[in-house]
């Protein structure tokens, strides 16, 4: 267990409709990252927030939104959802993301996203 | 910013030493190197991290030359649970830039 909660763990879902995926660090991290990992494909970056600041930005569509509040849990938000979107989002959380960045990540167990 | 290079896939067999070596010819003074572990479906999951020269842990060992262009990292004896991917991944320090992780190594571990 690596401390970092997503709920739903599963969600289905149809084309066009909108979906909140939510993530709650482990206590103390600072940093929340969302990646996306689609069927046997790699991880993709798309959004990291530092103590409630977007900190990092990666190819995150304009259809995607994500936020993290003063409790420091953080919410995706994808929208007008296509069947591509179906995949895995990831959050992990770190101490810091700031100036004394380490790297270790600590993940979640991810929500299934899947869109009919 | 210093894009990784690693085999898409190795193959072992239980007890053996495994070197997986990462390329990364354009890693800046400030930045880390860092290997993740990830099985199926789940998220993954850090195994060691190093600057320059040796770093052992519990767990695995990470080589790195001085010219710190590349890394290779070592799963002594391997079990078949050690079957998943590995992930090189170069880390700024400032933590300023996303954490970006490649399409890494298969590594299948037969008996």
């Known amino acids: 267990d690596s401390g970092v909660t997503q709920t739903p763990k599963h969600l289905i879902t149809a084309t066009g409709q909108r979906v909140t995926l939510r993530c709650s660090p482990r206590?103390?991290?600072?940093?929340v990252y969302w990646y996306q990992q689609s069927l046997d494909q790699g991880l993709q970056f798309l959004i990291q927030?530092?103590?409630?600041?977007?900190?990092a930005k990666g190819n995150i569509l304009e259809r995607f939104s994500a936020q993290q509040f003063p409790d420091l849990h953080s919410e995706l938000n994808l929208s007008s959802l296509e069947l591509g979107d179906s995949a895995l989002y990831f959050c992990?959380?770190?101490?810091?993301?700031?100036?004394?960045?380490?790297?270790?990540?600590?993940f979640g167990e991810g929500s299934r996203l899947t869109v009919l | 910013l210093a894009k990784t290079t690693q085999p898409i896939s190795m193959d072992s067999y239980e007890g053996q030493e495994v070197n997986i070596t990462c390329s990364h010819n354009?890693?800046?003074?400030?930045?880390?190197i860092t290997w993740y572990q990830q099985f199926p479906s789940q998220g993954p999951r850090f195994i060691i991290q190093?600057?320059?020269t040796k770093v052992t842990n519990e767990v695995a060992s990470l080589f790195i030359p001085a010219d710190r262009k590349s890394s290779t990292l070592s799963l002594p004896r391997v079990s078949l649970s050690d079957t998943a991917v590995y992930y090189c991944?170069?880390?700024?320090?400032?933590?300023?830039?996303?954490?970006?992780f490649g399409s890494g190594t298969r590594l299948q571990v037969q008996p």
């Open positions: 992990a959380s770190s101490v810091s993301g700031g100036p004394a960045n380490t790297g270790e990540l600590f």
């Open positions: 206590s103390g991290d600072l940093s």
């Open positions: 927030y530092y103590n409630g600041e977007e900190r």
């Open positions: 354009n890693i800046a003074t400030n930045d880390y």
């Open positions: 190093g600057y320059k």
């Open positions: 991944l170069v880390v700024e320090h400032t933590g300023r830039r996303a954490l970006t």
